[in-house]
């Protein structure tokens, strides 16, 4: 059961937004996965509406790099130690006991956002979810790096636009401008893409 997962899944409803109105042969990207939780959600809509869309899971799940968002160490350590492996055994572990059919409609990307973002041809994504490092600077590349991907009808968001999260707040504002983006919870949702 997705509900079981470790992990946030803050902005679910911006998936279930998107849900409504997805069409068969979308191909959606959520970068920064963690343990699976919330792009196992957005799978599990996708199969329970009979929606035939592509999902990729874009994660290095290599050090905890991200001193806004937890330090360094990765969290729930007692599940590595439970898997026997690191962060990726560990997530492909919970995928398999908790979400074993939606870990088969996810297409799964080993790589640094940037890396991934070049497989990807311009304008071609209904829809990226950014939830990689919050740190500045790689909040700024990862809105660099997979803006021009979205298709112009698509959408670019974003999790933890919140205080605690400085960096994602600053990296936002300053790429989008204060009326060029809307928040909702801690989901922030750029206006227009390009």
């Known amino acids: 059961m997705v509900s079981n997962l470790p ?41 329970a509406r009979g929606i035939n869309i592509t999902i990729y899971a874009v994660d290095p799940w290599g050090a905890w790099e991200d001193a806004d968002h937890g330090g360094t160490l990765w969290p729930w350590p007692e599940l590595m130690a439970e898997s026997g492996g690191g962060p990726f055994g560990t997530f492909c572990d919970q995928m398999l006991k908790h979400a074993r059919k939606e870990l088969e409609a996810i297409h799964v990307l080993r790589l640094r956002s940037a890396q991934a973002a070049r497989i990807f041809d311009d304008a071609t994504l209904a829809m990226v979810m950014l939830d990689g490092s919050h740190a500045y600077a790689d909040v700024c590349e990862d809105i660099r790096v997979w803006r021009s991907k979205v298709a112009p009808w698509g959408l670019l968001a974003g999790d933890d636009y919140a205080p605690d999260f400085a960096g994602v707040v600053r990296a936002v504002k300053e790429t989008f401008g204060d009326d060029g983006f809307d928040v909702s919870g801690t989901t922030w949702k750029a206006r227009r893409v390009r």
């Open 7 to 47: 992990g946030w899944a803050a902005f679910t409803p911006t998936y279930d937004e998107y849900l409504a109105r997805a069409r068969s042969g979308d191909v959606v990207v959520e970068v920064g996965v963690c343990y699976g939780k919330s792009v196992a959600y957005l799978a599990a809509g996708a199969l």
